[in-house]
T-cell receptor, first 113, second 110 residues
């Protein structure tokens, strides 16, 4: 099992540009989570899906952020337009059962200049 | 959002020393998990505790869930440089997602 796969690992973009982060969850996991991690705010949940359906997007900062899960093996997190304060490490995680915990990807380090 | 506060925020110790980190909340949790995160990687699950008062051991790591299921501790015996990392607790109260704590950054000096 290759684990949760995120791409790209690093992204540097200019303010105002569109950024798309990608995630492939573990096969068979029915829940997928997008987190953002910063020194100041720690690990924050942005949105999570269950069986490809968005369940809770209350953590999405504002309308500039959107997430999709068109099928069980792929999800995207899009920021448009990007701003310097969006700079952070973005993690995708998947799970099959809460008690087994989350399996995290290696993250995407986003820098908006 | 249910706040999980961890202490200390930073900890630097010599190899061979013992340490304890704490995870506290005013909320009651159905279950609580501990993760370790190494630089450049995502958090990795260490343990899940579900019963108030429960104690679990994982080699040199001992995890305890408070009787009231509002707090937890992680004790490491004879710390090694490989224990270096960010330790995160995460609590579940509603059965649909985990809320992560603020984290304890541990550095073990050889």
């Amino acid at each position: 099992d290759a684990g949760v796969i995120q791409s790209p690992r690093h992204e540097v973009t200019e303010m105002g540009q569109e950024v798309t982060l990608r995630c492939k969850p573990i096969s068979g996991h029915n829940s997928l989570f997008w987190y953002r991690q910063t020194m100041m705010r720690g690990l924050e949940l942005l949105i999570y899906f269950n069986n490809n359906v968005p369940i809770d997007d209350s953590g999405m900062p504002e309308d500039r952020f959107s997430a999709k899960m068109p099928n069980a093996s792929f999800s995207t997190l899009k920021i448009q337009p990007s701003e310097p304060r969006d700079s952070a490490v973005y993690f995708c995680a998947s799970s099959t059962d809460m008690l087994y915990g989350y399996t995290f990807g290696s993250g995407t380090r986003l820098t908006v200049v | 959002t249910q706040l999980l506060e961890q202490s200390p925020q930073f900890l630097s110790i010599q190899e061979g020393e013992n340490l304890t980190v704490y995870c506290n909340s005013s909320s009651v949790f159905s279950s609580l998990q501990w993760y370790r995160q190494e630089p450049g990687e995502g958090p990795v699950l260490l343990v899940t505790v579900v019963t108030g008062g429960e104690v679990k051991k994982l080699k040199r790591l001992t995890f305890q869930f408070g009787d009231a299921r509002k707090d937890s501790s992680l004790h490491i015996t004879a710390a090694q440089p490989g224990d270096t990392g960010l330790y995160l607790c995460a609590g579940d109260s509603a059965g649909n997602q985990f809320y992560f704590g603020t984290g304890t950054s541990l550095t073990v000096i050889p």
